[in-house]
């Protein structure tokens, strides 16, 4: 498996199924700002409501190749493994496919994941224990706090100061390793004494 983040923005998202774990695989998709559509002959009220809020285009009808044709991103989520293992035939060396019901297939897993702001931890298993993964990322969770969404914030502005400076590549380095001790992780008064001595 090869770790990737992926920006996905304005593109097309098919989600085939309308059960529970469609609606728990909807909402990332719509976090990442993607356009999801969702086919289904069935829905539950959570994904109505989605539609209903116009968070998403719902085509209620069982899927066809067509469904997902333009689709940047398909997560195959019915109940049927043999309908999702026909989706992820059709379209695997084309599109990133995830399929729910079996491990083996599919080109992408789902990692167990949390956000910090800019932040990102993802826990992945290969398949082994959804259930480790989500473990994992709970105790990763109490680690890493809320508060690392406002160090991050600051780790990015000092990046982008420095990537614009005429300093050297070996200046530029100091910089960065400096910019991550942990005193900025906990003192403002010291975050705002290096903005300012990078000229902010
Ligand atoms: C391969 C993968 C494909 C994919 O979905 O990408 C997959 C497949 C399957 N999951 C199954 C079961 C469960 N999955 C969960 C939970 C999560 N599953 C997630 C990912 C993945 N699940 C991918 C592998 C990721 C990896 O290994 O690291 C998480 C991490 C991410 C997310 O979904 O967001 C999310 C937790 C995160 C969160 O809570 O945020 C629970 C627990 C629960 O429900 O709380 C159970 C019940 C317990 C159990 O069975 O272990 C089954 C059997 C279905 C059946 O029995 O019919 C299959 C099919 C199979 O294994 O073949
Ligand atoms: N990957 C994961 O994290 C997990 C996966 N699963 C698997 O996910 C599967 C789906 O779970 P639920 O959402 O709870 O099931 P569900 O039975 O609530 O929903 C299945 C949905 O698929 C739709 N569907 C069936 N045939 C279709 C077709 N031909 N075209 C379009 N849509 C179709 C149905 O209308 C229904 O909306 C389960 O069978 C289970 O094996 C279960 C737990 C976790």
Redesign the pocket.
């Known amino acids: 498996m090869y770790p990737i983040t992926l920006k996905i923005e304005g593109k097309p998202c098919v989600v ?7 609606f728990h695989k909807i909402g990332p998709l719509l976090e990442a700002k993607a356009v999801v559509t969702v ?6 009220p959570e994904i109505e409501y989605l539609y209903l809020d116009g968070k998403i285009n719902v085509l209620q009808k ?2 066809q190749d067509d469904d997902y044709k333009n689709a940047f991103l398909i997560i195959a ?4 493994p043999e ?1 999702n293992a026909e989706i992820y035939d059709k379209t695997k060396d084309t599109k990133l496919i995830n399929v ?2 079996d491990s083996e297939i599919g080109n992408f897993h789902i990692p167990a994941t949390f956000t910090r702001g800019r932040l990102q931890i993802s826990v992945a298993t290969g398949g082994a224990s ?1 259930l480790l993964a989500q473990k994992i990322r709970d105790e990763l969770k109490e680690k890493y706090d809320d508060t690392y969404e406002d160090y991050l914030e600051f780790l990015y502005e000092v990046r982008m100061k420095i990537k614009q400076s005429l300093l050297s590549k070996e200046e530029k380095q100091e910089l960065y390793k400096e910019a991550i001790d942990e005193k900025y992780k906990h003192s403002i008064k010291e975050r705002n004494q290096f903005l300012m001595h990078l000229g902010c």
């Open positions: 085939v199924g309308g059960g529970k774990i469609a086919v289904s002959p069935e829905i539950i069982e899927v989520a019915t109940n049927s309908v729910v019901t959804p």
